[in-house]
Nanobody, 123 residues
Framework: QVQIQESGGGLVQAGGSLRLSCAAS????????MCWFRQAPGKEREFVAA????????VYADSVKGRFTISRDNAKNTVYLQMNSLKPEDTAVYYC????????????????WGQGTQVTVSS
């Protein structure tokens, strides 16, 4: 059973940066596609970014493209989300998830989920 733990959330002013981390255990991390989703109060959980296991190719939501960067360190079983130029609308709980299949922006594609970390961007 794969276990996922996010960290790095917090409160930041608009225009600032945060780096989220996602540590995975209990599986072969290098064979998992990894992603980040987020959920704001009263809204659906939405896709943010994903990175493949095979060639570290990436996919981003249009709303974060050019501001957020997803990366992975297979030696540390960790995936990161570097968030720059943060906006108040980025405020949400950020979730990390893993899949044994091809990465997509679909929530249903991901088998294993963490508990989330809160990111709050003040204006």
């Amino acid at each position: 059973q794969v276990q996922i733990q996010e960290s790095g959330g917090g409160l930041v002013q608009a225009g600032g940066s945060l780096r989220l981390s996602c540590a995975a255990s209990g599986g072969t991390f290098s064979s998992y596609g990894m992603c980040w989703f987020r959920q704001a109060p009263g809204k659906e959980r939405e896709f943010v970014a994903a990175i493949s296991w095979s060639d570290s190719s990436t996919v981003y939501a249009d709303s974060v493209k050019g501001r957020f960067t997803i990366s992975r360190d297979n030696a540390k079983n960790t995936v990161y989300l570097q968030m720059n130029s943060l906006k108040p609308e980025d405020t949400a709980v950020y979730y990390c998830a893993a899949t044994v299949r091809t990465i997509t922006s679909s929530r249903a594609q991901y088998n294993y989920w963490g508990q989330g970390t809160q990111v709050t961007v003040s204006s």
